[in-house]
Structures are given as C-alpha cells and as structure tokens.
C-alpha cells in the first residue's frame, strides 16, 4: 500500500511539474537583447569576413555575458565594451585587408520575425549590439546576447531543471540499494 501511495504521488508530482513548463512565462519581446553584425556589401569576400568578426566579437564578449544576470546587465556590459567590440572588429578586419572601419552601438530597431533553432522571435522593435562593417549595407548574422544564445557554446539553449525531478531520482536510488 505504501508503495502505491508513494508512486500515485510521485506521478501527480511529476504531472504538475509538466504543467508547470507550460505554465511558465516566457520571455517577452523586451527581455531579449539581439546581436547584429552587418557586413559591408553582399559580396562573398564581405560576407566571409562578417563570419570572422562575428567569431572574434562573440569570443570576446563570452566571458564578459556569462557574468550578466538580467538584460540591464548585459545593456550596461555591452555599453561598456563598445570600443573594445570595435577594436576586436577593426583588428579582424585589417588582417583581412579591408580599410573600412566598423561601429558598435545599442539601439532599440524594428527586426522580422526570426527563428532560432527552437526559438522564433515574432517582428518587433528589440533592443540590440549593431556592429555596421563598413557602410553596413550586406545581409547580417543575428544570435541572441541575452539569454545567451549564440554565446554558450554549439547547440546550448534553454533546458528545463526540475528540483522535484532530482528528488525524486534520488528517492529511487536510495530505494534500490
């Protein structure tokens, strides 16, 4: 009987925690902060080194993103470090034979819907880090600064960690020995 009292509860336990997930909020539009870095022209050569600059851009910012709790952090982080997201761009693109220059800034702009892996950010006015390579007029990379997205490594995301989960994955483990 023990036993039947113990799994009834542990199922309606885990049932509300599914719920939960549903229930839960989700980001609105206003705590995203977006990344973009716009290349020079749509040419080849333009694009392929957008990629290089984006690569440069996110190592240097990731130590720093990692420290923010909110999107304010990340805000006045990113605010910051605006000549140091230059220097790390202009740098980039001086080994690579340009002589454009780039500019960084925080700025709110309206943006289409976008999807990111399982994420789909609906068109809107967000706030974001706009690094303009040149005269900024080619097709741009886009991530997420915050939640980190594109700054947590290869295939990181959101995941759902459920304390009543560990609880009970740690009551079956004692139960087994």
Sequence with gaps: MRKICISFLIVAI??????????????????????????????????????????????????????CNTKKDAEIMLNTHLNGIEKVADKVLKENGFSYKSSAGVREEEFPTRVYKDLTLDGGFYDALIIELGNGDGDNWWCVVYPPLCFTGEGAGYYYKSKIKEIIDDFFKKEKV
């Design 14 to 67: 885990i049932i509300l925690s599914g719920i939960g997930i549903f229930l839960a909020p989700t980001p609105t539009r206003t705590e995203y902060l977006r990344i973009h870095i716009r290349a020079h022209s749509n040419e080849e050569i333009h694009q392929t080194v957008k990629y290089k600059v984006k690569e440069a851009v996110v190592n240097y910012l990731t130590p720093y993103i990692s420290e």
